[in-house]
């Protein structure tokens, strides 16, 4: 997950700095939140779905970035 984070962390940065923190923040939530529906569909048969799950848990990088300290 943090590999996959950091990878996205420098470009969601330059897309923050254009759109603003707001509107990127938006579109992580949602597609965290999306990643627990991946989640939820997964089961010993169908295990790809965690992969999805993961790619978009990764987005919770934008959070990261964008949220104030």
């Known amino acids: 997950m943090r590999i996959g984070q950091?990878?996205?962390?420098?470009w969601i940065g330059r897309l923050a700095d254009?759109?603003?923190n707001r509107p990127v923040m938006i579109v992580?939530?949602?597609l965290v939140?999306?990643?627990l529906l991946f989640?939820?569909?997964?089961t010993p048969q169908h295990w790809a779905w965690l992969i999805?799950?993961?790619v978009l848990w990764v987005?919770?990088?934008?959070?990261n970035v964008c949220l104030p300290i």
């Open 52 to 54: 999805g799950a993961w």
């Open 6 to 10: 950091w990878g996205v962390s420098p």
């Open 59 to 63: 987005a919770y990088a934008g959070l």
């Open 28 to 30: 992580s939530q949602l």
């Open 39 to 42: 989640f939820a569909l997964a």
């Open 33 to 35: 939140a999306a990643g």
């Open 18 to 20: 254009r759109l603003g």
